[in-house]
């Protein structure tokens, strides 16, 4: 019987075959060798937080929320070995157990490790790499079935397999470096769009981290920094304010182990766009972003999010190692958003830019293929490890990868 499957903001809708929860990895295994024997398309799923339909299929899809779990920290090297479908928020209290943590994370924790992996997610910052940049080792099941560890001892298929888009197999195991355990101060304080975009560079290279969103309804910007610290936790309680407010941004002053204090409460559905522009373009690119949106769109109220990024060697890193800038821009679901979304666009990529994987884009294959020097590189792993592509999905084949 054909099942329905939606993604977390409903933008993306699929109709498996079959969608397969396996609770080990051999009944993983087994399933994805039957539906690649059958021909079917087989894509896995954690959280559904992709807005891209990376996870669309009319075959196998494969639900990994069961294969769950922090497995071992190595205590020589601080590498914390996990299963695939662990979700962010689950890796913080076992991770500070062991004296752990991430070196950073967005503000959404609720993915699944391999997909934020898998989509190169990431927080903002150039002193800390994205998740893709984190994995040190990656296990994947093939369409035979098999078991294949990549890793470093053959770094060139590693720099496909952390940012893979789940095409060269099912991952089932992901081995992440680690940082010794550590709380942040986290401040928030409005500014004026000119003095915060001017001053951002200096702010970024002072702290930890920072970001800044600016709230199209206000004209103001609010920026966010996090600071190392050795002080007492003080988490305030605060309510969850609507998008596009100042109230939702601007925070108390607050300390917390880092795992609890990089996310925010998202319970609205949204969906996103979000590209990465070298640093130096990040500045014009988004005064003119500002300027369309206020005259062409002046009813989007989302907040726009500008944040930086370390330059990554993953073949399909969107940075593609340089360091860079992301802005993101955002919509309520259930609103229009093709329109301004493409207007967008056509700022971000005549400013160099490249898309986040996991988020939209109107991009096709000729468009992937100039901006991705690697990608033949890229290719050429995926055909060898999934020659029948059993792992492309009409999404991926439109954008170049099922050659």
Same mark, same amino acid.
């Given at each position: 019987?054909?099942?329905t499957?939606?993604?977390?903001?409903?933008?993306?809708?699929?109709?498996?075959?079959a969608?397969v929860r396996?609770?080990?990895?051999?009944?993983?295994?087994?399933?994805?060798?039957?539906?690649a024997?059958?021909?079917?398309t087989?894509r896995?799923?954690?959280a559904?937080h992709?807005?891209?339909?990376? #996870?669309q299929?009319?075959?196998?899809?494969?639900d990994?929320s069961?294969?769950?779990?922090?497995?071992?920290?190595d205590?020589?090297?601080?590498?914390?070995t996990?299963?695939a479908?662990?979700?962010?928020?689950d890796?913080?209290e076992p991770l500070?157990?062991?004296?752990?943590?991430?070196?950073n994370q967005? %503000?959404? $924790?609720?993915?699944?490790?391999?997909?934020?992996?898998?989509?190169?997610?990431?927080?903002?910052?150039r002193?800390?790499?994205? *998740?893709?940049a984190?994995a040190?080792?990656? &296990?994947?099941?093939?369409?035979?079935?098999?078991?294949?560890?990549?890793?470093?001892?053959?770094?060139?298929?590693?720099?496909a397999?952390?940012?893979?888009?789940?095409?060269?197999?099912?991952?089932?195991?992901?081995?992440l470096d @680690?940082v010794?355990?550590?709380?942040?101060?986290?401040?928030?304080?409005?500014?004026? *769009?000119?003095? #915060?975009?001017d001053?951002?560079?200096a &702010?970024?290279?002072?702290?930890?981290t920072?970001?800044?969103?600016?709230?199209?309804?206000?004209?103001? #910007?609010?920026?966010?920094t996090?600071? $190392?610290?050795?002080?007492?936790i %003080?988490?305030p309680?605060?309510?969850?304010y609507?998008p596009?407010?100042?109230?939702?941004?601007?925070?108390? %002053?607050?300390?917390?182990?880092s795992?609890?204090?990089?996310?925010s409460?998202?319970?609205? !559905?949204?969906?996103?766009?979000?590209? @990465?522009?070298?640093?130096?373009?990040?500045p014009?690119a988004m005064r003119?972003l500002?300027?369309?949106?206020?005259?062409?769109?002046?009813? #989007?109220?989302?907040?726009?999010?500008?944040?930086?990024?370390s330059?990554?060697?993953?073949?399909?890193?969107?940075?593609?190692g340089?360091?860079?800038v992301?802005?993101?821009?955002?919509?309520?679901?259930?609103? !229009?958003?093709?329109?301004?979304?493409?207007?967008?666009?056509?700022?971000?990529?005549?400013?160099g830019?490249?898309p986040?994987?996991?988020?939209?884009?109107?991009? %096709?294959?000729?468009?992937?293929a100039?901006r991705?020097?690697?990608?033949?590189?890229?290719?050429?792993?995926?055909r060898a490890? $999934?020659?029948?592509?059993?792992?492309v999905?009409d999404?991926?084949?439109?954008?170049?990868?099922?050659?």
């Amino acid at each position: 019987m054909t099942a329905t499957w939606s993604n977390w903001a409903g933008n993306v809708v699929a109709r498996p075959r079959a969608v397969v929860r396996p609770a080990s990895i051999d009944k993983l295994r087994r399933a994805v060798r039957e539906a690649a024997a059958r021909g079917d398309t087989i894509r896995a799923v954690g959280a559904g937080h992709s807005f891209a339909p990376l #996870c669309q299929t009319d075959g196998l899809l494969l639900d990994l929320s069961l294969l769950s779990g922090l497995e071992r920290v190595d205590p020589a090297t601080g590498e914390a070995t996990v299963l695939a479908g662990t979700r962010l928020h689950d890796l913080g209290e076992p991770l500070l157990a062991a004296g752990r943590a991430l070196a950073n994370q967005g %503000d959404i $924790d609720t993915q699944a490790v391999a997909g934020a992996v898998a989509t190169g997610t990431h927080g903002t910052g150039r002193k800390h790499g994205s *998740f893709a940049a984190m994995a040190r080792a990656i &296990e994947l099941c093939t369409p035979e079935g098999d078991l294949v560890t990549i890793d470093g001892r053959d770094p060139d298929r590693l720099r496909a397999a952390s940012l893979s888009l789940g095409l060269l197999g099912v991952m089932t195991r992901l081995t992440l470096d @680690t940082v010794p355990a550590y709380k942040l101060r986290g401040r928030t304080r409005p500014l004026p *769009f000119d003095a #915060c975009l001017d001053g951002f560079l200096a &702010e970024e290279t002072a702290r930890r981290t920072a970001e800044f969103w600016w709230l199209p309804a206000l004209d103001q #910007c609010v920026l966010k920094t996090f600071d $190392d610290t050795d002080a007492p936790i %003080d988490r305030p309680e605060t309510p969850e304010y609507p998008p596009g407010t100042l109230e939702r941004y601007l925070k108390p %002053d607050a300390v917390d182990w880092s795992w609890r204090m990089y996310p925010s409460v998202r319970t609205t !559905p949204f969906v996103e766009m979000e590209y @990465t522009l070298p640093l130096a373009n990040g500045p014009d690119a988004m005064r003119e972003l500002r300027e369309m949106m206020r005259t062409r769109h002046p009813d #989007c109220a989302w907040a726009v999010e500008y944040r930086t990024q370390s330059g990554e060697q993953s073949l399909l890193s969107p940075t593609q190692g340089a360091e860079s800038v992301t802005i993101s821009v955002h919509q309520a679901a259930e609103l !229009p958003w093709d329109a301004f979304f493409r207007d967008a666009e056509v700022i971000f990529l005549a400013s160099g830019g490249r898309p986040h994987w996991g988020k939209l884009h109107c991009l %096709d294959a000729a468009g992937i293929a100039r901006r991705y020097p690697a990608l033949d590189a890229f290719r050429a792993v995926r055909r060898a490890l $999934d020659p029948a592509g059993a792992f492309v999905n009409d999404h991926l084949a439109e954008l170049g990868f099922a050659e």
